[in-house]
């Protein structure tokens, strides 16, 4: 991994490591593995219900995200979001069904 260098008077330091800080500030100690995306079979449930709705949303890309967000929140409340995001009207989405599925996982992260 690259080092980022930076000189900041405010904090009297000259060499910061971005990486380990944003490392050392991860909140949730939900583990997610290297999927190889292309061939995922779901082993599970959640991880079933997370690949329809990334396929569904056509986001698979991003499955990870989907994989994290019903590990953390649960299936109902995972559930409950996808449910907002494709009750919205198609028009007022400014990106996609997945980057707004995202948004509202983080919000609801936070809560």
Not at 15 to 20: A, E, L, P, S
Not at 52 to 81: C, H, M, S, W
Request: hydrophobic share 35%; net charge positive.
């Amino acid at each position: 991994m690259e080092r980022i260098t930076f000189k900041s008077n405010r904090f009297n330091r000259v060499n910061v490591n971005v990486n380990k800080y944003i490392n050392s500030n991860v909140n949730d100690n939900v583990v997610i593995q290297n999927y190889d995306i292309p061939n995922f079979q779901p082993k599970n449930e959640k991880e079933t219900i997370a690949l329809k709705t990334a396929e569904e949303f056509k986001d698979r890309e991003n499955l990870k995200l989907y994989i994290k967000a019903i590990n953390v929140l649960g299936i109902p409340i995972f559930q409950r979001i996808a449910e907002n995001v494709r009750e919205k009207p198609k028009e007022q989405i400014k990106k996609s069904r997945g980057a707004f599925f995202a948004y509202l996982y983080r919000l609801e992260k936070k809560h």
